[in-house]
């Protein structure tokens, strides 16, 4: 059992940035794919970034490409999103993700453990 911690979240203005962390307690990260997840009110959750434990391989959605960067800590069972040019359409609920596995995972049914959320809200 991986128990997970956002934060970081806040409320920022259109163009600006934001550094979002995702902590484990309780385990590490060892061997763990981890994820980064949004969902605005009304909208299904979807991935936006995931980044492997082992083998630095990342993916991000094709909405945030270039503006988004995910990164991990090992040593400090941390991971990263940080959060550039953001846009009003980028304002949800952020959630980071894990799950046992080597390879990017990136979709929700595929990971065990959940972080609570952490509110990103982005003003025009």
């Known amino acids: 059992q991986v128990q997970l911690v956002e934060s970081g979240g806040g409320l920022v203005q259109a163009g600006g940035s934001l550094r979002l962390s995702c902590a484990a307690s309780?385990?590490?990260?060892?061997?763990?794919?981890v994820g980064w997840f949004r969902q605005a009110p009304g909208k299904e959750r979807e991935c936006v970034a995931a980044?492997?434990?082992?083998?630095?391989?990342?993916y991000s959605a094709d909405s945030v490409k270039g503006r988004f960067t995910i990164s991990r800590d090992n040593a400090k069972n941390t991971v990263s999103l940080q959060m550039n040019s953001l846009k009003p359409e980028d304002t949800a609920v952020y959630y980071c993700?894990?799950?046992?596995?080597?390879?990017?995972?990136?979709?929700?049914?595929?990971?065990?453990?959940w972080g609570q959320g952490t509110q990103v809200t982005v003003s025009s």
């Open positions: 980044i492997s434990w082992s083998g630095g391989r990342t």
């Open positions: 309780g385990r590490t990260f060892v061997s763990y794919v």
């Open positions: 993700a894990a799950a046992y596995s080597t390879a990017i995972l990136t979709t929700l049914k595929q990971y065990d453990y």
